[in-house]
């Protein structure tokens, strides 16, 4: 492969490129990201998934029931747990398994938890070994409660010795001699790590940390199908997820259990916040999983309601809901420059009505209000669009050779209506050879290298389109191995943070995200694809830039690259990733990503002289410009 790259002539590319997908699916968000530790912490529940004990267990004789008591702690929360001595003597409470266990470490937790009933004396908070019974930490809490109100305690907890493990419970316990009435009701019993960048209700460091890893521009938030609902009425609807957690109900999420809601719509602003990242918020478009549409007639309500989640979100604090934002502590607005209405509508029989009214009148609505928004409409193609400038998502999950043939798939898109690869994800191997995935048998349980080097092609080819395409983000981003929906998952994880697994394509997305292209450069001369796949552009600082995949090449590709305006004798870093089997792939304790860096330099007439291996993904950039 002999290459000359032009000096000019290129494209800019969109300043989003790379980014992250998010729903709450394989307990991603509660039980993930969302660093609250205590699974089940206000018994919410729904005609879908009912209120239920799940997590908690009694300690030293008690009895636990749920009620709906005649006073609960909010009208959102009506169902607590009541914690009945029965005949116990000494301490006597619960505890709760976490998300499938706790990690203890020499930190603070916060904890919080809402108490009623007649009681004279203290709290007991501690976290435990399941296995040894063994206490790292233990807190006196409190000073009693009372019969006919409910009484909030906070708390620190600094464990003094860390757990070997995440087998580990929270407990709590009360003396039983002190409960007059013989029980004790009890609800929103919380308890977080220290979280990324010290935020309250915040979110879960070392996911924080794997996400930044991949040098994110955008976050698409609250879906997929969780942005959905499986039936009516269960969309996920912005104001039932803000304000403090006492007003916030939950819902059945589209993924088999119920949200808390916790990781709301102002976490996410802080989530884009702390990782610099552009949210790209997805509003209803009137369109259940089930099929269920709303009718031209009745849409107007929703299209409203997304005027007030974005008045909600950027309003003065003169405007109705701007001026709730400011009630609520965030008197700053939070700007939103790209909305998608719903998620994959041209499913179940979606289609005909969203290209009919459903985007149409989203996309006009949002447009008047706020003409700088781009919209994105949730499929590829809309009939006929709206306007120019109106955006469509593209999702594809598919196998490592059908990747490869979308190589060129963005070559005949337009600028005009630019695209959002919202998700993408190899799914299965090669075998048996030919077509798209088969969703009839099972998906890969994790990424392995060559769907990522797959990806990569794909991504190249995204990239060679700068003007045409916004982004793209894997999907799904997070995965909780203890109990999940979907894989493979780009990032997969425990209870315990030295548990977490960076996939294979999560280290490709960080090589090729770490290194953007501001605006393509066009090869003058060499130019053919396959079985090496290339973008070529220039970076921010002006440096030079060469992307390669290597795919089903039968030995080492010779490259030879000159770019035009860089003479001999200049260095380049020429960093390649590389794994040792084609199926190979990373779990809990493994990574089989090898990457390796080298400094080229420019021999006669500037040409960088290398080679790659097949299966490899690579990035030379020229040092100094
Ligand atoms: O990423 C998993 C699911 O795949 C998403 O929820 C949906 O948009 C797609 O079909």
């Known amino acids: 492969l002999n290459l000359t790259v032009g000096s000019g002539g290129g ?3 969109s300043p989003l490129q790379y980014g992250v997908m998010f729903e709450d699916i394989n307990h991603s968000g509660d039980g993930g990201i969302y660093a609250e530790l205590i699974q089940n912490r206000a018994f919410q529940g729904s005609p879908v998934f009912p209120s239920n004990l799940s997590a908690w267990s009694p300690v030293n004789g008690a009895s636990l029931s749920l009620k709906n008591l005649s006073e609960p702690l909010s009208s959102a929360l009506p169902t607590s747990m009541n914690v009945a001595t029965s005949g116990s003597t000494g301490k006597v409470g619960f505890t709760n398994s976490g998300w499938w266990g706790i990690d203890v470490k020499v930190q603070p937790y916060n904890g919080s938890f809402w108490v009623k009933g007649a009681y004279n004396g203290s709290f007991t908070v501690s976290l435990v070994s399941n296995l040894t019974n063994e206490t790292f930490g233990s807190l006196t809490v409190g000073h009693g409660s009372t019969a006919n109100q409910w009484t909030q305690y906070n708390y620190t907890l600094t464990p003094t010795v860390a757990a070997p493990n995440s087998n580990n419970s929270f407990e709590l316990t009360f003396d039983a001699a002190g409960a007059s009435d013989g029980s004790l009701d009890f609800n929103l019993i919380s308890l977080f790590p220290p979280t990324y960048k010290n935020r309250p209700n915040g979110m879960r460091i070392d996911l924080m940390e794997a996400l930044a890893g991949l040098n994110p521009s955008f976050l698409r938030l609250p879906g997929g199908n969780n942005l959905e609902g499986n039936d009516p009425p269960y969309r996920w609807i912005w104001n039932q997820t803000i304000g403090p957690l006492t007003d916030r109900p939950g819902r059945p999420g589209t993924w088999g259990y119920e949200n808390t809601d916790g990781l709301g719509l102002i976490e996410y602003m802080w989530w884009c916040q702390d990782l610099g990242m552009e949210p790209i918020l997805a509003v209803w478009s009137g369109l259940y999983l089930d099929g269920t549409l709303i009718s031209n007639d009745s849409l107007e309500a929703y299209v ?14 003169s405007t109705t809901y701007g001026a709730l934002r400011a009630r609520l502590g965030y008197p700053d607005p939070f700007p939103i420059n790209y909305v998608e ?51 469509g998502d593209y999702h594809q999950y598919t196998r490592p050779d059908q990747f490869v043939s979308q190589f060129n798939f963005f070559d005949n898109f337009t600028s005009e209506h630019p695209t959002l690869i919202g998700e993408y994800a190899n799914i299965q191997p090669n075998i048996p050879a030919g077509g798209g995935a088969n969703f009839s048998v099972p998906r890969s349980p994790w990424p392995f290298w060559i769907g990522s080097v797959a990806e990569a092609v794909f991504l190249l080819g995204a ?19 203890n109990s999940y929906e979907w894989a493979p998952d780009l990032i997969s994880f425990t209870a315990d943070p030295a548990q977490d697994v960076l996939s294979t394509s999560w280290h490709m997305i960080s090589l090729l995200s770490g290194t953007r292209i501001a ?22 600082s002006g440096e030079r830039i060469l992307k390669t995949a290597v795919y089903n090449s039968s030995d080492e590709v010779a490259v030879g690259v000159a770019f035009e305006g860089v003479g001999q004798g200049a260095t380049a870093s020429l960093t390649v990733l590389t794994a040792p089997d084609p199926y190979s792939y990373n779990s809990v304790g493994s990574d089989v990503v090898s990457s390796s860096n080298t400094t ?17 993904v690579s990035v030379l950039v020229v040092e100094g410009g």
Not at 304 to 317: A, K, P, V, Y
């Open 463 to 481: 990239e060679r389109n700068a003007d045409k395409i916004i982004g793209a983000s894997y999907a799904p981003t997070l995965q909780n191995l």
């Open 519 to 540: 605006e393509t450069l066009p090869v003058v001369r060499g130019e053919v694809f396959g079985p090496a796949y290339y973008v070529a552009g220039v970076g921010g």
């Open 600 to 616: 080229i330099t420019a021999g006669a007439g500037g040409v960088f002289s290398f080679s790659l291996p097949n299966l490899s």
């Open 341 to 391: 209405v719903g998620n994959e509508d041209n499913l179940n029989n979606g289609s005909a009505t969203y290209s009919a009214y459903r985007f149409p009148d989203f996309y006009y609505a949002i447009k008047s209000a706020y003409p700088n928004i781009t919209v994105i409409a949730s499929t590829v193609q809309v009939d006929p669009w709206p306007a120019a400038g109106a955006a």
């Open 304 to 317: 409203q309601d997304s005027l007030n989640e974005l008045e909600f979100l950027m309003g003065s604090t």
């Open 11 to 13: 494209n800019t590319t």
